[in-house]
């Protein structure tokens, strides 16, 4: 007779059944499934299902755009982004710019918390840059987006500079600004992440609302025009910009209703900079010659690395790379991938961000993935051309647990039930607290109003109650949907077979 089963094979039976049950659920009917569950230490495949079919992911695509800078840079980078004067003191009279050179230091002082981490949002709480999407509980990351520009300008008036009787001038030359990719313009300058907050509260009923800009600068305007309204009914906002430099706020906001945040991304990153550097400046006591409004005279440039150490007048200095790496994959940051894509282009010596894709697929096939398993069109996953296999994310995951920067790719990632994109989903479930994985979802709307998830996915480590190391990828393409409600039951659904795994082995 046949020998009897191994445990490993019997708990894999039991694991793969209750993934069946759930792919099985009428609201699949018409979408397909994949996903793969490999051991961490001998690759052996534990489950198994189409999982070297091509899907659209959606954000575990930031994997690899985020593991790519992770390797190319190290995980303890920072972003140095210093000032430079250009020409001699005389009198504390600088004859001549001050040039701000940027770094792709996309906090810039925002984020920055005292024991060197940046600061992220948790569900239900929703990053500032998913503000505009309707979710209702956007929030602006607590700290001053100035703050950086304001230790610049500190460090130039210590310097003994008082007045600059040339120009101000931002340096973004680390790589050409990218608008090519879905979620919006990419530039090596940040402040405030190339956006303008506008967080609007109820005043009283039938009166204006309050609005509150953040950061205030002479780079914009805000023209109020939303109607406090009864409480209960709905709240509906909107902002455009009819001329350069102002933003409009129209519609209307509940009383009683907590503020609800809309943001505006910025079109000159480093227009937006230099004025808002100028500003700092004055702040700090140092006169400038210059209008602060305007186009960056980028003209004025020096020769790229003709920079003398002697001509520094301070720096500022991020935080570590992995706690970049944190916030991203933690929110799912579109913008903040993207810059990943860039920077990896920086690394290898290109000013052109669509060579940081080739630089991820080199990342990719590094680690073992076939090159024909993985093709990425930006870095956030929002393009729905990108395609990947879930056997080539678990091949990225388990061989970047190898790496050098595995723990910190590890650290990034949301925690079940505790933290990021995952913070309430199954917060009571035995996994809770046991899965480091990475969300992602596309989903989009017809002009008839019907709703379809193009991809949903899950792709991480768990621990399981055993005390094993799986590797995991699940994914589910082509869902229709009619709400957000049934939006919400997938990403539960692929996040009770996680809860399976980590209880299953």
């Excluded at 393009?383 to 296999?389: A, L, N």
């Excluded at 379809?452 to 109650?465: E, K, P």
Aim: aromatic fraction near 6%.
């Amino acid at each position: 007779g046949a020998a009897p089963p191994t445990r490993e094979a019997a708990a894999s039976r039991r694991v793969a059944a209750a993934f069946d049950r759930i792919a099985a659920l009428p609201r699949y009917r018409r979408s397909d499934w994949g996903y793969q569950v490999v051991d961490q230490a001998t690759g052996r495949v534990l489950v198994s299902r189409n999982a070297q079919k091509m899907f659209d992911p959606g954000s575990t695509m930031k994997l690899y755009s985020v593991g790519t800078a992770l390797r190319l840079y190290g995980p303890g980078h920072r972003f140095r982004t210093p000032v430079f004067r250009q020409g001699a003191v005389t009198g504390g009279a600088l004859a001549g710019n001050l040039v701000l050179v940027a770094s792709g230091d996309m906090s810039l002082g925002l984020r920055e918390q005292r024991n060197g981490t940046l600061y992220y949002e948790s569900l239900p709480d929703v990053d500032q840059s998913y503000a505009n999407i309707g979710l209702g509980n956007a929030v602006e990351p607590p700290g001053d987006p100035l703050s950086g520009l304001d230790e610049l300008a500190a460090a130039v008036r210590a310097s003994g500079i008082t007045r600059v009787d040339g120009d101000v001038v931002i340096d973004d030359r680390l790589f050409t600004e990218y608008d090519g990719f879905p979620d919006g313009l990419i530039s090596s300058i940040w402040v405030n992440e190339n956006l303008v907050d506008v967080k609007v509260s109820p005043g009283a009923v039938g009166g204006p609302a309050v609005v509150d800009p953040r950061p205030v600068t002479a780079s914009y305007t805000v023209d109020n025009q939303v109607a406090t309204v009864a409480r209960g009914r709905p709240t509906v906002l909107q902002l455009s910009e009819p001329t350069p430099g102002r933003i409009l706020v129209t519609g209307q906001i509940a009383a009683g209703s907590r503020p609800a945040l809309r943001v505006w991304e910025v079109d000159h990153p480093a227009a937006f900079a230099r004025t808002a550097f100028i500003e700092a400046l004055q702040r700090a006591g140092v006169t400038v010659a210059a209008t602060p409004t305007g186009p960056n005279p980028a003209s004025l440039l020096p020769p790229k690395g003709s920079y003398g150490a002697a001509d520094k007048l301070g720096e500022h200095v991020s935080a570590p790379l992995g706690e970049f790496a944190k916030l991203i994959l933690k929110v799912s940051y579109n913008r903040g991938a993207d810059l990943m894509t860039c920077l990896a282009a920086a690394r290898i010596g290109s000013t052109d961000c669509t060579d940081g894709l080739g630089a991820e697929l080199r990342t990719a096939t590094g680690l073992g993935v076939p090159p024909t398993s993985f093709f990425p069109f930006d870095g956030a996953g929002s393009d729905d051309q990108g395609r990947t296999t879930p056997g080539a994310l678990v091949t990225l995951l388990r061989g970047a647990a190898r790496a050098s920067y595995g723990p910190a790719l590890f650290r990034a990632l949301p925690i079940l039930g505790r933290d990021g994109t995952l913070a309430n989903v199954l917060p009571r479930s035995p996994a809770a607290g046991h899965a480091q994985v990475k969300t992602g979802n596309r989903v989009v709307g017809t002009p008839a109003g019907q709703g379809i998830v193009l991809g949903n996915s899950l792709a991480g480590y768990v621990q399981t109650r055993s005390g094993r190391r799986v590797v995991l990828a699940v994914v589910v393409g082509n869902v229709p949907i009619a709400s957000p409600q049934q939006f919400a039951l997938v990403t539960d659904d692929q996040a009770e077979m996680v809860a399976e795994v980590q209880q299953g082995f």
